[in-house]
């Protein structure tokens, strides 16, 4: 399919919002799986592999139509609004959500899921396998001191930037999935759950959710 886009990706993880994004956009795609384990089938990669693409060895990774390559989801996400603006998934440049719009898009890039890298294998920062679950539950803890925090300064409507669903609704319902999970983050962010139920129920993507996040 030459001259569409391709995700590295995988399920469960930060592909599944760039996927979501496509989908959304209907722009035809294909999806290069990451097996991380040495079982892979025709035309999935090895974490080996991925790492030739991202040298960073990390999915998503995005190759663009006209062959570049991005990494970095929150980066990807923006990309992929502003390049089609008709589809409303970001506030315009000159929109007053816009200055929102990019704090909370990098907000959870760099303080919610850069953490990620430590609970996806707690053997990274524990120095001895007791280390691990002290580890974990601080990370978690911070994770939700994060949500907690951003939920005191969001003003959502039906959606977290207003009543148009944009790429950081779909950014928050992918990663608050993740460790410390759904039912710590309902308590701790409950502006923030009633916006992230609402984009779960979304009939354009009950399909990519149960294929691709479970
Ligand atoms: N900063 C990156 C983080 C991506 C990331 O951590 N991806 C995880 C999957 S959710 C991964 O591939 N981890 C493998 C690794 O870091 O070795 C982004 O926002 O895209």
Known sequence: MAGSYIVYGQKGTGSVPVEATLHLLGEPYRVIERIPEESPGQGDLTAEAMARINPMAQVPALGLPDGQLMTESAAILIHLADSHPASRLAPALDDPMRPAFLRWMTFIAVQIYGLIWVTDDLRRLAADESH???????????????????????????????????????????????????????????????????????PRLQDLWRERFG
């Open 132 to 202: 691990q679950p002290v580890i974990r539950e601080r990370v978690r803890d911070r994770i939700a001191h994060c949500w907690r925090t951003m939920d005191a300064q969001v003003d959502p409507g039906r959606y977290l930037l207003g009543d148009d669903l944009t790429v950081l609704d779909i950014y928050v319902t992918v990663v608050s999935a993740w460790g410390p999970r759904r039912e710590r983050f309902y308590g701790d962010a409950p502006k923030m759950a009633e916006v992230v139920r609402r984009v779960d129920r979304d």
